[in-house]
């Protein structure tokens, strides 16, 4: 069976079963990009356990914290449980040292797993929930966490704004236009989340079309916990050239057919999907299938900390698990390059300086 094939390249089949398992250490050694992952579900269990002794709160350690925040093997995995995870961390977010200080640790991790560039992704409406702070100030927080973590830790970060379908559109349009005026100081792309199943993206249409013409990068989850006509709604009627997940993709013959003509980038993440419930088995995961369809399939991880999980362990179930060849990895990792929401002459920097080490670490790519 051909589990893979690139558009640009061939190479040997590997099927799952005949894999040769490489260690961690080789997929950490790997300079790495990140299109999709949350700052809300990036945050180390020991800091909310810090908070919670600061805050006296009855959650104040981590073995108490860990199942109230981190997906159980026992726990049902449905989107309801997932967005759950959302609901109690909201009660951590009470002071600017607080979001500052998560921020920056996002970056830290991301720099330990060695990502190279980070977009990641916030929610000003839900950091600003427990203590009624003013959305502009969180997003500065944020925004100045983000630019001293890049500066600490050696990651090129820039920010994307987050409004959720199950809540307001009024505030999603504050967020927008808070965000179009921080962008010089990192905010870069707008992003549609929240509860897809049930909740359309329709009203938010308007917003997001204003946003990309101010030039903002535009992503939306869609066609994960609902159905491909997602994926046509948002690229068609919201302009969007990248789509948070997109799995569900492969239900809709029209739907691939306009993701392959518009080059659409599909922000997958595996151990989310499974999680959330979207795939029952990681084995059966549609990623191979969306490359094998000729789609731009990239690798993400959405909420390590949520999933416990790092981007190099992702890599490694993307090859030992769905039996993507380690060769095809430095192709996936460019094209997420190629996807960023950088200015052309930056991205070329970046896509340049990730081809070169590739080649050294995989002398095939
Ligand atoms: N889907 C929708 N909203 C989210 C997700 C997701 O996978 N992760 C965090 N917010
Ligand atoms: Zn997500």
Redesign the pocket.
């Known amino acids: 069976m051909v589990y893979y094939n690139s558009s640009t390249k061939q190479h040997p089949v590997n099927e799952p079963s005949k894999k040769m398992d490489q260690p961690l250490e080789f997929y950490q050694s790997l300079p790495k990009v990140e299109l999709h992952r949350?700052l809300?579900?990036s945050i180390r269990v020991e800091t909310l356990a810090d908070i919670g002794r600061e805050h006296n709160f009855p959650q104040r350690d981590t073995s108490t914290l860990r199942p109230l925040v981190q997906i159980g093997k026992d726990e049902p995995y449905t989107?309801e449980n997932?967005?759950s995870k959302?609901a109690i961390l909201r009660l951590f977010y009470r002071t600017p040292d607080v979001i500052g200080r998560i921020t920056r640790e996002a970056i830290a991790d991301a720099a330990a797993d060695n990502v190279r560039y980070l977009e990641l992704r916030f929610?000003p409406v839900a950091l600003s929930k427990a203590e009624g702070f003013p959305l502009g100030h969180v997003m500065d927080w944020v925004v100045d966490g983000a630019l001293a973590g890049q500066e600490q830790y050696g990651v090129v970060t820039r920010l994307i704004a987050?409004v959720?379908r199950h809540e307001s559109p009024d505030l999603a349009e504050q967020v927008v236009w808070l965000a179009m005026e921080r962008r010089n100081r990192g905010i870069i792309g707008l992003d549609l989340?929240?509860?897809?199943a049930e909740f359309p993206a329709q009203p938010f249409e308007g917003i997001f079309l204003e946003a990309k013409q101010e030039g903002l990068g535009i992503t939306i989850?869609a066609g994960?916990?609902a159905g491909a006509e997602n994926i046509v709604e948002a690229i068609t009627e919201f302009g969007s050239s990248r789509i948070?997940?997109g799995v569900r993709v492969l239900e809709d013959e029209t739907a691939i057919a306009l993701a392959r003509e518009r080059k659409t980038v599909f922000e997958v993440?595996i151990t989310?999907?499974h999680q959330?419930g979207v795939v029952q088995h990681l084995l059966q995961h549609p990623f191979p299938m969306m490359l094998n369809a000729g789609l731009n399939a990239t690798l993400n991880t959405?909420?390590p900390s949520?999933s416990k999980i790092t981007l190099s362990e992702e890599y490694q179930v993307a090859c030992e698990k769905l039996g993507l060849p380690v060769a095809m990895l430095p192709e996936r990792i460019l094209a997420a390059a190629q996807a960023a929401y950088l200015p052309p002459e930056e991205k070329a920097a970046l896509v340049e300086r990730l081809r070169n080490e590739l080649n050294e670490k995989i002398p095939a790519a």
């Open positions: 949350h809300e579900g989107f997932f967005l959302f929610t987050s959720n989340a929240g509860n897809e989850h994960e916990w948070g997940h993440c989310s999907n959330s959405d909420d949520i």
